[in-house]
């Protein structure tokens, strides 16, 4: 367990770096000039790259060669991109996937 | 800063409050059952501003002290804002002083696609339309995570798998991104190298390898991708 200095400081830690990825393009690309063509390259495909990879980070310990084989995990992302392409609601297509996946490890896959 | 501002930019955040409440109770609750006291989620909505890493950070306060990785995770997984930043050069760039830099610090996802996408009403100021939306979206989350702080002691029902909340706002971030964008080329990039790095480096060391190697594929890639982009 860590002191209550240490958890200040992971806290401050998180902070400084989610402050230093948003003021970063405003310090190296000055507004009077145009952004390089890469760099405008690299801003319209890297999220849809990013997401993925944190849908990824997500699912990192879910085991799929045994155990459950991730089928709750795959149940819930089902339940949530089904959802989400029906009613387009975010905050239901959210809600209803997390409470599918919380009846399937507490009731179904105990 | 005048009330007209906030009155006229609160509509356009209406989905953004009942996401954030939503979202902020349980990152809340996921605190207080994790054994920190209520103010936890209060300061750190306030100071980090980011829903996912402070999901994450949940995670790392339980884990041993090692905030150089906590800072580099973040980087990695925050590396996106960058990208928001690039495209908001233009619009922030009238706007000046403690406003200018309130409107960058509060720049979260939703933040981010709302003054990226809406335009101020006739008669009311862009500065102060755009930190009018910052503040209602900031406000909503530290509301969200201090009743969840709060209420999370009294919660009597089992909140296991609750923590899926996070996976499940992912997918519906890069869903709507998919639906949005045409060529699809980066999302199979980001999948395939995300995979392929989980398996040869290991679940607790494969962000770094794998934001490497989508920069370097989409940068290999960058003739193909741009001429679909064109078509």
């Known amino acids: 367990m860590m002191t209550v200095t240490q958890q200040f400081l992971t806290i401050a830690a998180v902070a400084l770096a989610t402050i230093l990825t948003r003021f970063l393009p405003f310090l190296v690309f000055r507004s009077d000039r145009p952004t390089p063509k890469y760099i405008q390259y690299l801003g319209k495909h890297l999220p849809l790259s990013v997401f993925a990879l944190l849908i990824v980070y997500c699912l990192r310990n879910v085991e799929f060669t045994g155990g459950t084989f991730g089928v709750p995990e795959l149940i819930g992302i089902a339940v949530t991109v089904a959802l989400h392409l029906w009613k387009r609601q ?17 009731a179904v896959f105990v | 800063m005048t009330a007209k501002a906030i009155k006229a930019a609160f509509p356009h955040t209406v989905p953004i409050l009942a996401g954030f409440l939503f979202l902020g109770l349980t990152y809340g609750i996921l605190m207080n059952v994790s054994g920190f006291p209520w103010y936890y989620p209060t300061i750190m909505a306030l100071t980090i501003f980011a829903g996912s890493v402070e999901f994450l950070t949940v995670n790392w306060l ?4 090692n905030p150089l990785q906590a800072f580099l995770l973040t980087l990695m997984v925050n590396a996106r804002h ?8 233009d619009r922030y760039k ?13 720049m979260c996802d939703e933040s981010f696609s709302i003054n990226y996408t809406t335009d101020a009403p006739e008669g009311i100021d862009k500065g102060d339309f755009m930190t009018a939306v910052t503040i209602l979206n900031h406000s909503y989350w530290v509301a969200g995570s201090t009743l969840g702080g ?24 890069f869903l709507e991104q998919w639906l949005k964008q045409r060529n699809r080329s980066s999302a199979w990039i980001g999948f395939l190298v995300s995979a392929a790095c989980l398996v040869l480096f290991g679940a607790d060391k494969f962000i770094i390898p794998t934001m490497i190697g989508i920069l370097g594929v ?12 064109a078509s």
């Open chain 2, 218 to 229: 989409l940068t290999l890639l960058r003739e193909p991708i741009s001429r679909r982009d």
């Open chain 2, 150 to 173: 709060i209420f999370g002691s009294v919660l009597t029902f089992n909140t296991r798998g609750l923590e899926f909340v996070l996976t499940s706002m992912f997918v519906v971030i």
């Open chain 2, 82 to 89: 960058i990208f928001y930043g690039i495209s908001m050069l």
């Open chain 1, 90 to 106: 975010m905050i239901l297509s959210i809600a209803g996937g997390t409470l599918i996946y919380m009846v399937m490890v507490q």
């Open chain 2, 62 to 65: 339980l884990s041993p002290f």
């Open chain 2, 94 to 106: 009238e706007v000046k002083g403690l406003k200018r830099l309130y409107l960058i610090f509060g």
